[in-house]
């Protein structure tokens, strides 16, 4: 029987980087209407959201994981159209056990223990106080987004048909090993992918399609509607401006103020950033700053104009663990204040669980599982997502080897049919040949497997 391995970090991870900045004098559209999110009719928390709207206030994560070792308990109701077959019950007792195990990083908070940081009251980033309520279109949709580029091998396709959503004022987590098409999702959406990368299907902002609009159209929201903090800042920023002329430069594009104003509002996005001595550090070059100022400067650039949508790809990367969780505060405050929606690319687990409204799980350029945060911890429908949480580490239980998942992650020039995790998957079965929707498991909770829910897989293994 196979047992689940790490996979290493996938090839096939694309994405040239430009200066975030533009080029100097690029034209910008500095007119902007922040979203504000509102909840559905009747004011009752969206099913599957954990009770993290409940009331208007921010409230602890209920425990993560649950009797099964993080699986959670056997779902029940009706299966997605179609069903998913049971598949033979030979050989799944092993594998469920070795999913369980997978999983034991996640599981429940000791008798008593309470949650770990402060619990702040959470203001409704729609403005609501009562009488009619009115469902607000999402700051972002993609419907079945493609990616390819022409290689010497042929066409490769790292984004296959990725769909999702993020509303104002919600953070939305895509997680998945490098080379899962995370990046270059992005990309598509800013407009920034290299030449000759194609995109196919919808990308809406604010229900506008960037995909029918000119590249000087698309310029013109970048740095104002939607901004993106790159996971390289050393080749996101232009070394041949300081580093203060490149943040004044999009608050003088999109914001109409005059120089002076414009490095001043840089200086104190400077300070709002942690960086020292900010009057001083806004007049240095990139070359002179260290890899964490540099990414600290490409945050203060994408939320100086406080942008409707704000893509930050693993922002916190080059940041010790006090700046990163101020960054992230500063984020969520700017996302309660102005609406913004955010979609945190990370491979960070527990910046997910702390930050994250929803989670999008990719697996070689597709989506494999799509729940809300709260429940994709607690219950886990898919195998690559189980093996992606039982491969985090945890401070109790002792030292102990770390779980992985079998075999690598596959080609994308020449992509295994039907599911692709299918030839790592150890309950994997003929149908896998083909591939699943991603289906209903319980209510805003989807999976790309036929198997799940997985529930029914552990009871045969009881």
């Known amino acids: 029987m196979r047992r689940l391995v790490r996979p290493p970090c996938g090839a096939g991870c694309l994405g040239g980087r430009q200066y975030a900045g533009g080029a ?5 559209d500095a007119g902007r209407s922040h979203g504000r999110r509102r909840p559905a009719d009747g004011g009752a928390p969206a099913a599957g959201d954990g009770g993290r709207r409940g009331g208007g206030r921010r409230q602890a994560r209920p425990p993560i994981g649950g009797d ?5 308990r056997p779902l029940s109701g009706p299966r997605p159209a179609g069903g998913r077959p049971p598949g033979p019950a030979g050989g799944a007792a092993p594998a469920a ?13 000791p008798a008593g223990a309470g949650p770990s940081r402060r619990v702040r009251p959470r203001r409704d980033p729609g403005g609501h106080r009562g009488g009619a309520i009115r469902v607000s279109t999402p700051v972002l949709d993609l419907a079945r987004v493609t990616v390819e580029f022409p290689t010497d091998r042929g066409r490769l396709r790292p984004v296959d048909g990725i769909s999702f959503s993020v509303e104002a004022g919600k953070t939305l987590a895509v997680v998945g090993e490098s080379g899962c098409g995370k990046s270059v999702t992005a990309l598509a959406i800013m407009g920034l992918l290299p030449q000759g990368g194609e995109v196919g299907g919808g990308i809406r902002l604010a229900g506008q399609e960037l995909l029918a609009l ?3 159209q698309r310029r013109a929201r970048r740095g104002g509607e939607m901004a993106m903090v790159f996971q390289e800042p050393m080749t996101s ?4 401006f300081t580093a203060g002329e490149q943040v004044a430069e999009a608050l003088r594009l999109h914001q109409g103020l005059s120089p002076d104003a414009a490095f001043a509002k840089a200086i104190e996005m400077f300070r709002r950033v942690r960086i020292p001595e900010p009057e001083r550090r806004a007049r240095s070059y990139p070359h002179q700053l260290s890899g964490g100022m540099r990414q600290r400067v490409m945050i203060a650039m994408a939320l100086a104009c406080r942008p409707r949508l704000l893509i930050a790809d693993e922002p916190t990367t080059a940041l010790d663990v006090t700046v990163q969780a101020q960054i992230l505060a500063l984020i969520d405050e700017m996302k309660r204040e102005t609406g913004t929606a955010v979609v945190l690319i990370t491979h960070d687990l527990g910046v997910v669980r702390d930050h994250a409204d929803d989670v999008v799980v990719m697996y070689a350029g597709r ?5 809300s945060a709260a429940d994709l911890f607690a219950n886990p429908q898919h195998p690559y997502t189980i093996g992606l949480l039982g491969a985090a580490p945890r401070l109790e239980g002792g030292a102990a080897r770390l779980a992985s998942i079998e075999g ?7 992509p295994p049919p039907g599911c692709r995790f299918a030839p790592r998957c150890p309950f994997a079965i003929a149908q896998c040949a083909e591939q699943p929707p991603l289906a209903d498991i319980t209510p805003g909770h989807q999976a790309a497997c036929w198997r799940a829910p ?5 009871e045969q293994a009881a």
Request: zero cysteines; aromatic letters at 2%; a positive charge.
């Open 214 to 216: 000119t590249p000087d």
């Open 454 to 458: 997985l529930d029914s897989l552990l």
């Open 237 to 240: 920023l232009n070394p041949a």
């Open 97 to 109: 056990r070795r999913l369980a195990r997978l999983s034991a990083p996640f599981s429940p908070l």
């Open 68 to 72: 099964t070792g993080g699986l959670g």
């Open 367 to 371: 989506v494999a599982e799509r729940a």
């Open 408 to 414: 690598t992650v596959p080609d994308l020039m020449h």
């Open 24 to 28: 100097p004098g690029a034209a910008r």
